[in-house]
């Protein structure tokens, strides 16, 4: 009896000391980026309209511990749009929260290393709501990275119901150009 109980009290600790973000590296290297996300990503790509020209928008992105994470990624072949598409981005995304967002929404600067230094790189936090009406808390950035004649935009988003801070820092700090 005294071995099934003290075999049951460490399964029990063990369970209690699995993280609930299990962050792992994952390579996207058609983008020629690597993010760090705390669990299995799924994949998907649809076309979307950017700066008025469609483009093929790549998602990774996966739920864990009452967020989700996700980064989004497209090639633009006119350089000179790449100011005008980023902003578009984010201006769909907050949209999407309700009138609520684009109000809310604090911007500082965010251009991480390898990124190109442009005033529409930024970092948004934005309180809004979910298509079911529930609250919503989006942190997120956008930058773009010169790769060959195209420029390649980037969209890395946590969503959850209150502001998570070191969860987002933990994942923007994640996101490695090469």
């Known amino acids: ?24 590296t994952v390579p996207l290297p058609e983008a020629g980026l690597t993010i ?7 994949q998907a790509t649809r076309t ?23 980064v989004s990624h497209a090639a633009l072949s006119d ?11 984010r201006a769909a995304v907050l949209a999407r929260l309700g009138p609520q967002a684009a109000t809310s929404a604090a911007d500082t600067p965010y251009t991480p290393r390898g990124a190109l230094p442009l005033p529409q790189s930024l970092r948004t936090v934005a309180q809004g709501q979910r298509a079911d009406g529930s609250a919503v808390t989006a942190q997120a950035v956008w930058f773009a990275r010169a790769a060959g004649p195209e420029v390649r935009l ?5 969503y959850s119901q209150k502001p998570r801070p070191e ?11 090469p």
Do not use: I, Y
């Open 1 to 24: 009896m005294h071995r099934t109980l003290t075999g049951a009290l460490a399964l029990l600790l063990l369970a209690g000391c699995s993280p609930a973000l299990n962050w792992r």
């Open 48 to 70: 979307v309209e950017l700066a008025g020209a469609p483009v093929a928008l790549a998602m990774v992105g996966c739920d864990a511990d009452g967020a989700t994470f996700a």
């Open 167 to 177: 969860v987002a820092e933990q994942f923007f700090a994640g996101l490695a150009l």
């Open 154 to 158: 980037f969209h890395a988003v946590v």
């Open 36 to 42: 760090t996300l705390p669990c299995k990503p799924d």
């Open 79 to 89: 350089p000179a749009q790449v100011g005008t598409a980023l902003t578009h981005w």
